[in-house]
């Protein structure tokens, strides 16, 4: 099946998105509308099928993406010489479109259950620095487990040093301190780790007693720390952290997968080098899963405030009470101010690989994003790397930066990222295993060692979007449940450790 050369999303738009190049001249008719493209039109951006004059809204997926900032004829490109973002506020009634889920019974996946009573989808060890000055020992540590180290423990899946260029140099008060700690500590609790080895210097601001005494309990041998000063230097502390993990090994490998429900899955939605094709296929398919995850009682994490920024309308009409609505209005609030203070303006986020593939304005961009979340209702916002206790959609503070926000979600305890991209990411996590979710069929067949699932059969061969939310909805449990996703098969997901840095630097 050949896709139609443009697709209009919503009847009210006045735009048409292009799903293939459109030379000058072309004829066309979609939904009604007929005329000739004036310009060329790339790929995945957008065409004009009604006038729209100087300061007039323009419309997409029947939501405002924008001003036109000079008169459009039907057949014009619309882009960044015609359109910008203008100073609007748009609005909704709050809990207006909330509806309360409703529950279904028997998705499963094969999970590893804590003794917390937590469940993980993987089992590593975990090596935590404090400060970027136990760094290299953590990875010394790591590296010396890589290769044939391991295969006398087959259920452990690797040992991670999460390793990071802050802990020290910074105020031992305040927000920069306590977003580092909280995410600390979210990875060094997550199910996805069997054991860990906190490794400090010494003399570092973040000191590592107080992170060791905040854990929550584990069972006895996998849990340990270390500081390189007290151990006599680097070479006496790596050669103790290596003895360290051989004991937590066999206690680690001590585990079996067993049927859990699916209301054990927290899935972290990530969206990178985004395009014109985001908001029309793996993100609306990622939204229908995500709805199937909820209605199994699972737990979906939206992120990346800047970028539902303009869109955070449709989010407050799903909130859950008028408390929650007020938490992300809140946190709006709070980017509007830190984007002033820095000189900056929150329509700078589309960047320029988005604006290559189609997408003009962050609202516009923000509309496709917010499509992840699928239909259900908005049940808490929560701060950056602070753990996720609700069930159904969270909304989560964190930056559009992708590793960034993803560090928040895991140090929140999402077991499991879907990451949908136009432009082609290459994004691995560990512990936590990263699904890659193009938009296109062009992206999944140029990159296909890195992609995991193709959004672009919903504009190829016709697929619906809710047949397509199914299938990667199994996906989800299949992956869940172990099955390795493109960026573990390559080894991905040592580096992309990345918490928000707040404060000064001193």
Known sequence: MTAPALFLLNPADSVAVATRDIAAGTTYTVEGFTGAATVAIPSGHKLAVTPIAQGAPVLKYGQVIGIATQAITPGDHVHIHNLTM????????????????DPAEGAQFQGIVRASGKVGTRNYIGIIASVNCSATVCRYIAEAFKGAALADYPNVDGIVAITHSSGCGMSGTGEGIEILQRTLRGYADHPNFAGVLLIGLGCEVNQIAPLADSLAARPSGLVASLTIQAEGGTRETVDQGIALIKTMLPLANDVRRTPVSARHLTVGLQCGGSDGYSGITANPALGAAVDLLVRHGGTAILSETPEIYGA????????ATPEVAEKLLARIRWWEEYTRQHKGDMNNNPSPGNKAGGITTILEKSLGAVAKAGSSG???????????TSRGLVFMDTPGYDPVSATGQVAGG????????????????KPTPSLKLATNSGLFKRMAMDMDF????????GQSVADAGAALFQLMLDTASGAPTRSEE????????????????M
């Open 312 to 319: 955070e309308h449709l989010l407050t009409a799903r909130a």
């Open 454 to 461: 193709n959004g672009g059969t919903i504009l190829d061969e």
């Open 86 to 101: 203008g100073d609007m506020r748009l609005e909704e009634a709050i809990g207006s479109a909330y509806r309360p889920t």
């Open 378 to 388: 908005l049940m808490d916002v929560v701060g950056y790397a602070d753990p996720v």
């Open 414 to 429: 999402a077991t499991l990222i879907c990451f949908t991209t136009g432009r082609g990411s290459t994004y691995g996590c």
């Open 490 to 505: 390559h080894g991905m997901g040592d580096n992309e450790f990345v918490p928000w840095h707040l404060g000064a630097v």
